[in-house]
């Protein structure tokens, strides 16, 4: 086996680790599962409150798709426009 094609294998090895390594390191404690708190009964107020808060949040949300969206445009960055 030459030196270049041990460089070859050493090279595809350090490859696999640097591919392997952040996979690794997404574990959690959680083993995976998001936990959720969710109120069981809202009164009517408490819904009108708890829906006008998603609704800001979502306007916000969609105001922010708009200005990158805008400036996608204004750049002509075709592959952000259709991201």
């Not at 030196?3 to 997404?26: D, N, Y």
């Not at 979502?58 to 960055?77: I, T």
């Amino acid at each position: 086996m030459g030196l270049s094609s041990k460089l070859k294998w050493i090279g595809a090895v350090a490859a696999l680790a640097a591919l392997t390594v952040p996979a690794l390191a997404q574990t959690d404690a959680a083993g995976g599962q998001v936990a959720f708190q969710k109120q069981q009964q809202l009164t009517p107020q408490q819904q009108i409150v708890e829906a006008d808060a998603q609704i800001a949040r979502m306007e916000q949300a969609s105001g922010n798709v708009r200005r990158q969206l805008e400036a996608a445009r204004a750049a002509r960055d075709v592959v952000r426009r259709s991201a």
